[in-house]
């Protein structure tokens, strides 16, 4: 008996020293989990500082470029080409499939599935239905309420310095001619056209800016970051020449409308940050789901609509361009690939 009490002793010892080092063990794995967790977050925090500043040093670098050289308007046109392809990649082959991915995998757990299930799950039609939200939001924006005033609507010369009048303006690095006798003006003795295209770009940047600021996954914002970094160089360009040559070289004007087209992308990227910290857990997935659904049409407005459109409108260089496009679209998608197999 004594021999068995001992042994029960011991085995009982045992397994208390078993479960104590189960339980430090789980101690560091959750320890763990949540340091990775932790440095993930402060990752994506500074991703988001390092694109808000490297945005703005963008548009404020280019836009003050055209004060102190002129470039070739091809070039200029075929790059804007290239950016085209790179949004269109942006906004249908990643943002729109992620949107889709999570509003299906939302719709598995609102049904009380497990994430491997193989039962049959509907393909949600709201990231569709978003994403042309995205897209008409956009174009209402551009085309009605910052529309030209009446009579005063700009003749597309798509991507060449043409100048009628002594006065061209550039928007997302297409060239709008406008008629001296076209031109709106305000009590300066100016044209209003730079301040509405400042506040087209503008909204545009704000827009992009959200779906930047509410990834949560540093992959994920590095592809959209890419697509904003492609264009908007060429935007900033094309919006200080328009500056330029619409306020006859006011370089107060200039300073001032940059700026505001400068930190028009750093706000958007906080409203999403905001958004992200303030929600958690699946509520948080849907939201980003639908912002990057929104997203989607936006890209895919900005480059049919605002770029290939006007940049094809005059038939020439036609081929170099779409050559262009199909170059832009392959490198983001390779880009978005490549980042997905590391992720």
Known sequence: KATVSVLNWALCGRRRGLGRMSDVHTHHHHHGAQAEADADEQGIVLFRLGAMLVIFLIKIGFGHAPLYFRTNMKFLSLANAFAAGVFLAGGLAHLLPEA????????????????????????????????????????????VMLAAPEGKSPTNSPGHDQELGGHVSFHGGHSHAYETNAIAKVDGGGSVMPIV??????????????????????????????????????????????????????????????????VSSPFGIL?????????TGS?????????????????????????????????????????????????????????????
């Open 100 to 143: 889709i991915e999570a509003a299906v995998t939302q719709a598995k757990h609102a049904q009380g599935e497990h994430e491997h299930a193989h039962t049959h799950c509907d393909m949600p039609s709201t990231p569709f239905v978003l994403s042309a939200a995205g897209f008409m939001l956009t174009f209402y924006i551009e085309k």
């Open 197 to 262: 295209l400042t506040a087209i770009l503008s909204a545009h940047s704000v827009i992009s800016g959200m779906a930047l600021g509410i990834q949560g996954e540093k992959s994920k914002a590095l592809l959209v970051f890419l697509a904003i970094v492609s264009h908007k160089w060429v935007e900033a360009f094309s919006l200080g020449t328009n500056i330029i040559k619409g306020t006859n070289g006011n370089t107060s004007t200039l300073l001032r409308l940059l700026a505001a087209f400068a």
């Open 271 to 279: 409203l999403g940050w905001g958004m992200r910290s303030a929600l």
């Open 283 to 343: 509520t948080a997935g849907a939201v980003t789901a639908y912002l990057d659904a929104m997203a989607s049409g936006t890209f895919i407005y900005i480059a049919i609509v605002d770029t290939l459109t006007e940049e094809f409108a005059n038939g020439l260089d036609v081929h170099r361009k779409y050559a262009a496009v199909i170059c832009g679209f392959a490198t983001m998608h390779a880009l978005g690939n490549l980042v997905a197999h590391h992720h």
